[in-house]
């Protein structure tokens, strides 16, 4: 009768497993089997799903009970892991759509007509005309993916597109050639550029990569002969080229279920150097230099994010 008495208190014991936790389990059982000192094995729980019931005196119906009451257990551990106490899993990608400007030097090619012609000594400048006569600024749209591993490293594979145009009273241009007689000068009146980036961090914070960079460059070229404008067309350039990028991006500011606006600030160093124009005078062009587009400075985005 003892023993019987024994095996049911075992069993309501394990049949409360929702309330009380593995230990506790472990515990209690390891005290009712104490008790019996009729010569009972001694019962052992090994691990959170394996169990081994030793007591060759119990029936097998009652180790069967207790196996299946033990299943349960871990099944209700498990659910309660997989439910709403398991942390979110973050999206392991984002998208990108948003604005981009760049402020960036503009020599060689890209200084205007004054600091070609006029100015002689940079104390001539203040800071205000030293930022407009050898900067320029580019606005741009800019498309990116954004992807993480499970290591908490990203990459990011981006696309942007830039524009510049210059005013009627601050041209860029270059001087190239002139021999005594006869020169060639090129004035640039808009600027378009393409760029494919990839880069890498490992905090998905801190970004370094490369930029492969196309550009377009619509301009007028004068030819003089003995200074005298002897003919005037409009001439395109193409350029191709790279930059270094290190970037850092902040927080959200703003966040919407799976929307969030934030924004990042970049340092690129690169350019472009000219492979292709339909001047006209293309050979003189060609032996003397290739237009160089800089890209050089500080780069300023705002994006809308999709997760």
């Known amino acids: 009768m003892k023993r019987l008495l024994t095996l049911f208190l075992v069993i309501g014991v394990l049949g409360i497993y929702g309330q009380i936790t593995e ?19 001694n019962l052992q729980i090994e691990g959170d799903t394996a169990s081994s019931i030793k007591d060759s005196l119990f029936t097998e119906e009652s180790k ?12 209700s ?15 392991k990608w984002s998208f990108g759509i948003g604005y981009v400007g760049s402020y960036n030097s503009a020599i060689p090619d890209m200084l205007t007509d004054y600091v070609l012609y006029q100015v002689e000594w940079f104390g001539e400048l203040s800071l205000n005309d030293w930022l407009r006569l050898y900067n320029y600024w580019i606005n741009g749209l800019e498309l990116s993916y954004l992807w993480r591993l499970e290591n908490k490293n990203c990459f990011e594979l981006n696309f942007s597109t830039g524009y510049f145009l210059a005013g009627y009273t601050d041209n860029k241009g270059i001087y190239s ?3 005594g007689v006869n020169s060639l000068e090129y004035k640039t009146k808009s600027l378009s550029n393409y760029s494919l980036g990839l880069l890498y961090s490992k905090n998905c914070k801190y970004f370094m990569g ?7 460059i619509e301009g ?3 030819y003089h002969l003995n200074r005298v404008v ?11 080229g790279v930059g270094f990028v290190g970037k850092m991006r902040f927080t959200p500011f703003l966040q919407y279920k799976k929307m969030s606006l934030s924004s990042y600030m970049s340092l690129k160093i690169g350019g472009s150097i000219e492979v292709w124009n339909d001047s006209p005078w293309k050979d003189i062009w060609q032996n003397n230099r290739k237009y160089i587009t800089n890209y050089t400075g500080v780069n300023f985005g705002i994006q809308i994010n999709w997760r």
């Open 230 to 240: 002897i003919d005037t067309v409009e001439v395109n350039r193409k350029g191709i």
């Open 23 to 41: 230990a506790e389990i472990q515990a209690e059982a390891d005290t009712i089997i104490q008790t019996d000192t009729i010569g009972t094995e």
């Open 220 to 222: 007028e070229e004068v």
């Open 177 to 179: 050639y002139y021999d």
């Open 210 to 216: 490369v930029d492969i960079i196309y550009s377009s």
């Open 77 to 91: 551990i498990s659910c309660c892991l997989s439910g709403k106490n398991q942390p979110e899993q973050k999206s």
């Open 64 to 75: 069967k009970y207790q196996q299946e009451i033990i299943e349960k257990k871990d099944s």
